[in-house]
């Protein structure tokens, strides 16, 4: 089976930098994924990690140890707009994915 | 490109009752995956067709189920609906060709939101 925790809630000021963290533990490996999700919105696809260390797309970074089970995801000069839920992923056979419950970020003036 | 849409957008129903919701992938994508998401569990697979074969599915009981036609529309059905069953409702689509059955990007759509009274 596969199990994700991350934190539920963090809250962060405009411009500076967070990090959500990821740890999860699955049977095999198939790569892990980020999804923002804004409050009554679908989530949108943010990064996808297969091979270990840092992937950098913008303000945002996603990073990955796959001997730790550990993964997390990095925003630089927060927006207002950054304000979501940010969801951790990892992905079984054929698409069946697990998520995790999601960490909700507020950004604060 | 049109994203994937899904239709109704809300739906009301009781106790008992059964729905069907529908979803149509973004074009060109054959591979369509339904999640439901609550406050308390998040988002949990329900399934996943390619070809209109189901592939994959989660741990949901029978009164869950799903179908996909040759234009690669899916539907999902629930019967006898309880209240347990009020959530938000995700579709995702992707091209679902990635080798060995690994992981491609999803892509989701707005959602139902189920209401069981």
């Known amino acids: 089976g596969q199990n994700i925790d991350q934190p539920t809630e963090m809250t962060a000021t405009e411009g500076a930098i967070v990090q959500i963290n990821c740890t999860y533990q699955?049977?095999?490996?198939?790569?892990l994924f980020w999804y923002q999700q804004h409050a009554g919105e679908a989530p949108t696809f943010l990064s996808y990690?297969?091979?270990?260390g840092l992937e950098e797309k913008g303000r945002f970074s996603s990073f990955l140890s796959r001997s730790k089970g550990y993964s997390y995801l990095l925003l630089k000069e927060l927006q207002m707009k950054d304000s979501a839920s940010y969801l951790c992923a990892v992905p079984g056979g054929y698409q069946k994915v697990t998520f995790g419950t999601g960490t909700k970020l507020q950004v604060i003036p | 490109k049109a994203g994937v849409t899904q239709t109704p957008r809300y739906l009301i129903k009781t106790r008992g009752q059964q729905v069907t919701l529908s979803c149509s992938p973004i074009s060109g994508h054959r591979s369509v995956s339904w999640y439901q998401q609550t406050p308390g569990q998040g988002l949990q697979f329900l399934f996943e067709y390619f070809s209109e074969t189901q592939r994959n599915k989660g741990n949901f009981p029978g009164r869950f189920s799903g179908r996909q036609f040759s234009n690669s529309r899916s539907e999902m059905n629930v019967s006898t609906l309880e209240l347990g069953d009020s959530a938000l409702y995700l579709c995702?689509?992707?091209?679902?060709?990635?080798?060995?059955?690994?992981?491609?990007?999803?892509?989701f759509g707005p959602g139902t939101r189920l209401t069981v009274l």
């Open positions: 995702a689509s992707s091209t679902g060709l990635a080798g060995g059955g690994g992981p491609d990007t999803q892509y």
């Open positions: 990690n297969v091979l270990d």
């Open positions: 699955t049977s095999g490996f198939n790569g």
